[in-house]
């Protein structure tokens, strides 16, 4: 194997280590394992080359003085890299585990906890990069590295969409293929949602409540994360279970994919054959879930229960005393509220009003009363809120 493939399988691996330990902790088995295989790829880089360099240059990622091609791993890295300030990274020879450890754990480290400055170590430079004009006005390729004065970056919305769009493409693809996707960056996108949460809580959750176009399933996913994760953050759930509970909404409709797309985007009712198959949706999803590596069983769980109703009248059918998670209920509700607020080719969004007498007649039949009471009061506060705005 070649030095670069060896850089980029190190990179490819410190990302799914910096996604597991941002959602399981980094004492976490699972991190040990990744963060070994990392360290293993790049003391193999640097047996053969005398250190190397990391670069972002114009959002590019840039080895060793080469451009590196913009693939969707490389993307997240380069992305990773400047939220957190960092614009260089020079590896050197002698880099020990403990090194590699500390830099997966402040990759992990929580955007609202990044006030904390990531150190360089004996073996691992880190620093931001500036690109000088020339006088004739064209970029000199003169990066220069300043390791003490980092840069801070803040993630914008339309950037989390980007990335969402780029990670759902990938997992579409896999799907489709009869493949395993990369859970990693599903759950970066996640993890981005609750970190802007913490910062502009209000404006993104905004967004999800009003908006009124019809846009692809990663969309319809995206709000269903967000308003899950606004229920489960007004309920107090923090931590590495509220990650979950988006990283199960993102994935609560993969099963749509196996659905011919003459049946989804119908514009007249389904026949009773087609909604035969539409309701085959949940169980295939929850069994690609199943057997894709690195999946949360709450995922596989919601991408079942989705569909099930409160009162267990839904599909699939279950046993009379299915206890149904609490995670599948609000994925219920936000699935509910988003499609009744999209515009579909059928038919025009409808006003929140009538969504919330609508979801208010279904309280205790179709949707959980508690959680329906509570989803409605966030709706309620932050419309109130915008008209007295």
């Not at 949360?296 to 229960?305: D, K, S």
């Not at 599948?328 to 007498?357: C, G, K, N, V, W």
Request: proline letters at 4%; one cysteine or more; charged letters at 20%.
């Amino acid at each position: 194997m070649s030095n670069v493939l060896h850089i980029l399988d190190f990179i490819r691996i410190l990302l799914s280590t910096v996604a597991n330990a941002t959602l399981y902790g980094t004492e976490h088995p699972q991190v040990t394992r990744l963060s070994k295989q990392a360290f293993e790829h790049l003391t193999s880089a640097l047996e053969i080359r005398h250190g190397f360099s990391v670069l972002i240059v114009e959002n590019e990622l840039v080895i060793d003085g080469q451009p590196c091609d913009g693939n969707l791993f490389l993307q997240r890295f380069t992305h990773i890299l400047a939220t957190r300030g960092i614009g260089s990274l020079k590896f050197l020879p002698g880099i020990q585990r403990s090194e590699v450890d500390a830099f997966v754990s402040g990759l992990a480290r929580h955007q609202s906890s990044e006030s904390h400055v990531m150190a360089s170590s004996d073996h691992l430079r880190l620093g931001h990069v500036d690109v000088r004009s020339s006088s004739d006005d064209q970029m000199a390729a003169e990066p220069v590295i300043n390791s003490t004065e980092p840069v801070a970056r803040s993630l914008s919305l339309p950037d989390l969409s980007r990335l969402e769009l780029g990670r759902f493409i990938d997992v579409y693809e896999a799907v489709k293929n009869g493949r395993h996707f990369k859970i990693s960056g599903i759950n970066e996108a996640v993890s981005g949602f609750i970190n802007f949460f913490h910062q502009e809580g209000r404006p993104l959750l905004e967004i999800a409540i009003l908006r009124d176009v019809d846009e692809y399933t990663f969309t319809h996913s995206a709000n269903v994360c967000i308003l899950n994760l606004a229920q489960a953050m007004a309920l107090g759930i923090d931590g590495p279970l509220l990650n979950d509970i988006g990283l199960a909404a993102m994935m609560h409709d993969i099963g749509k994919l196996y659905v011919p797309e003459e049946i989804l985007t119908k514009k007249d009712k389904l026949t009773d054959e087609e909604f035969t198959i539409m309701k085959q949706h949940p169980v295939k999803g929850a069994r690609h879930l199943l057997t894709n590596p690195g999946v949360p069983r709450l995922a596989v769980t919601a991408a079942y229960e989705h569909h099930l109703k409160y009162n267990l009248s839904g599909y699939p059918r279950v046993s009379v005393d299915w206890q149904q998670n609490l995670c599948s209920h609000m994925t219920m509700i936000s699935d509910f509220f988003d499609a009744l607020r999209t515009r579909r080719s059928y038919r025009e969004p409808m006003e929140l009003q009538e969504i919330s007498t609508i979801m208010t007649g279904m309280m205790g039949t179709d949707l959980h009363p508690a959680l329906t009471g509570n989803f409605l009061q966030i709706i309620s506060g932050l419309t109130s809120a915008t008209k007295s705005g």
